[in-house]
C-alpha cells in the first residue's frame, strides 16, 4: 500500500524513496523517505510519514487539545476515537459507496479526531485503500491505535502533512475526499483546493462535504471584530466553493445543499473565534462532487 502512493517534496515535488524498516507484510515501520541526491529527508515514525514534525497542529498540544475537548463535553478523551468510530453516519453512505468505485487509494485529508468519512470506508470494505491524513499528528496516532485493537483493516495508512502543501506526485491518484477539511482546518481553502487538482490523475475525482463561511458581527463583538477576522481567515470572505472549483479547472458533477449549520466551539477555529469575538458564525454546506478532466 505505501508503495501505491508516490510521495514527493512538498513544493517542489521531487520523488521521495523509502529507506527503513518494513513489517512482515511490506509495510513501512520506522525509516525515512529522502531524495535520490540525500539532499531532503522526512521521517517516518511507526508506518507513519511525518511532513510536519513540529508542534503544527493544537491537537499535538496536550494542554491546548485537552481544553478543547472538554469544552466540547469530553471528559475521557481515551475514549473520544473509540466514541467516533461509532457515530451514526449512515446518511453519507449513497456517496461513500461511489467513492469505493474508485481504482486505486483514496486520499482523505484533515481527517481530526471525526476521522471524517474513512470509517465508514473501512465498514462497507475493509480492505479499501484509504490513507487517512491530518496536519496533526495526535488524530492519526489515536486511529492507528484503533485500527490495531480491530485488527482488520489491511490497507489503512496515514500521513502527517499539510493539505495546502501535499507531498504526493502530481497525476497520481484518483480520488480525494474532506469532510469539513477544508472548510474548518486548512489556512486556505483555494490553496487546498488547487492542490487536490494537481495531485489528482486525470478523471479522478474529489469529494466533499463543506462549506461557504458566512460571520456576522453582533452588537456584543468588538469594534475589531470583522478586521480581525479578515486576518485570521484570509480565505474565508468572499470564497464560495463552487466558483473556486470552476476556476481551478475541475467539472463539477455536483453541489448539493445540505443546510446551514452554527460553527461550533470546540469543533472548529471558526467556532472558537466566534465565541471569542461574540460574533455570529454558520456553515452553509454543500456536498461536492468534482472530477478532473
Known amino acids: ?11 517542489d515535488h521531487r520523488t521521495l524513496v523509502y529507506e527503513g524498516e518494513s513489517d512482515a507484510d511490506g ?26 514534525s513540529e508542534v503544527a497542529s493544537g491537537w499535538d498540544d496536550e494542554e491546548a487539545r485537552n481544553e ?14 473509540e466514541r467516533n468510530y461509532k457515530a451514526d453516519r449512515s446518511k ?13 487509494p483514496i486520499v482523505e485529508i484533515a ?23 491530518d496536519l496533526g499528528l495526535w488524530p492519526l ?7 490495531r485493537r480491530r485488527g482488520c483493516w489491511p490497507n489503512l495508512r496515514f500521513a502527517q502533512f499539510d493539505a495546502t502543501q501535499m507531498p504526493i506526485a502530481p497525476d497520481s491518484v484518483p480520488t480525494v475526499v474532506s469532510q469539513h477539511g477544508l472548510t474548518n482546518v486548512t489556512p486556505s481553502r483555494h490553496a487546498a483546493l488547487q492542490e487536490v487538482f494537481r495531485v489528482l490523475r486525470s478523471g479522478g475525482t474529489f469529494y466533499g462535504w463543506e462549506g461557504d463561511i458566512d460571520v456576522r458581527t453582533t452588537p456584543e463583538s468588538p469594534p475589531d471584530a470583522m478586521e480581525t477576522f479578515k486576518k485570521t481567515f484570509p480565505d474565508s470572505l468572499g470564497f464560495h466553493f463552487e466558483p473556486a ?12 445543499p445540505t443546510g446551514r ?28 462532487e468534482a472530477a478532473k478532466p
Request: glycine share 10%; no cysteine.
Open 1 to 11: 500500500m505505501n508503495d501505491s502512493i508516490q510521495f514527493v517534496t512538498p513544493g
Open 27 to 52: 509495510r513501512w515501520t520506522d525509516g525515512v523517505l529522502r531524495t535520490k541526491d540525500d539532499d531532503v529527508s522526512f521521517p517516518v515514525e511507526d508506518g507513519i510519514p511525518r511532513f510536519r
Open 68 to 81: 478543547e475537548l472538554r469544552k466540547a463535553g469530553v471528559e475521557n478523551p481515551d475514549t473520544l476515537i
Open 92 to 104: 453519507l453512505e449513497d456517496m461513500v459507496r461511489r467513492i469505493l468505485q474508485a481504482d486505486g
Open 111 to 133: 481527517v481530526g479526531p471525526g476521522g471524517g468519512v474513512a470509517p465508514l470506508l473501512l465498514d462497507l470494505e475493509p480492505s479499501a485503500r484509504v490513507v487517512m491524513n
Open 141 to 147: 496516532r489515536e486511529w492507528q491505535k484503533l485500527a
Open 245 to 256: 472549483l470552476h476556476e481551478i479547472g475541475f467539472q463539477v458533477i455536483e453541489m448539493h
Open 261 to 288: 449549520s452554527r460553527a461550533i466551539p470546540g469543533e472548529s477555529d471558526l467556532g472558537d473565534f466566534a465565541e471569542q469575538y461574540k460574533m455570529d458564525a454558520h456553515l452553509v454546506g454543500y456536498r461536492i
